[in-house]
C-alpha cells in the first residue's frame, strides 16, 4: 500500500514539475525593488552583473512575478520572484553558470537562483544534501539528478542511486575479492608506475 502511494504521488509531481520546467526562482531578493524597473528588467541586471558571459545571449522571458502573489506582513522572508523562460535551454544555462559561480548577488545582496520545482521535489532534493557534500569533498563527481537522485563516479563507473535505502544497500556490499589474475594485473601496474 506504502508504495502504491508513493507512485501515486510521483505521478502527481511529475506533471508539476514538466509544467515548472522552464522556471527560474530567484530565492533572497528584497521586496519593492521590481517596482520602479520591473521584474524582467531587474533579471537581466542580475544575469548581466554575475554572469558576463551571458549577457549578450538574448534570452526571452515569458513571465516574472512575484510569488505567491500577495505579501504577508508576518512573513520574515522575502517572496521569490519566478522567471519564466521561453526555451528550457535558457533556464538550463543559467543555472549552470549559477552553480559554477555559486555567489550570486543583486546589488551586493546575496541571492540564490535554482530550478522552480514542486515542494515535494524540493524537500526529496533536501534530503541528498548531506551525502551529496560528502560526496563532493571526495572529488566523487556526485551530482543530483531529476526528480531526486543521487549519482557519482566511483572507479571509473556512474552509480545512481534513487533512494537512500539503494545507496545503503550498495554500501554495505563488500568488495570483491581479487583472484589470482587480479592480484598479478595490479603488481604490474605498479611496476609501471615506479619505472614512470
Known sequence: ME???KKLESNIRDPWDN????????IGMPEGVEKDKGTENIFEEIIAGNFPNLKDTGF????????????????????????????VSDEER?????????NVTYKGTPIRI???????????RREWQEIFQLLKGKNMQSRILYPARISFKIEGEIKIFPNKQKLKEYSNIKPKK??????KKEKKKKKKKRKN
Open 3 to 5: 508504495n502504491r502511494i
Open 178 to 183: 581479487k583472484g589470482r589474475k587480479g592480484k
Open 60 to 87: 526571452k522571458i515569458q513571465e516574472a512575478q512575484r510569488a505567491p502573489n500577495k505579501l504577508k506582513p508576518i512573513r520574515p522572508t522575502p517572496r521569490h520572484i519566478i522567471i519564466k523562460m521561453a526555451k
Open 94 to 102: 543559467i543555472l549552470k553558470a549559477a552553480r559554477e559561480k555559486q
Open 114 to 124: 535554482s530550478a522552480d520545482f514542486s515542494t515535494e521535489t524540493l524537500q526529496a
Open 19 to 26: 509544467i515548472k520546467r522552464a522556471k527560474l526562482c530567484i
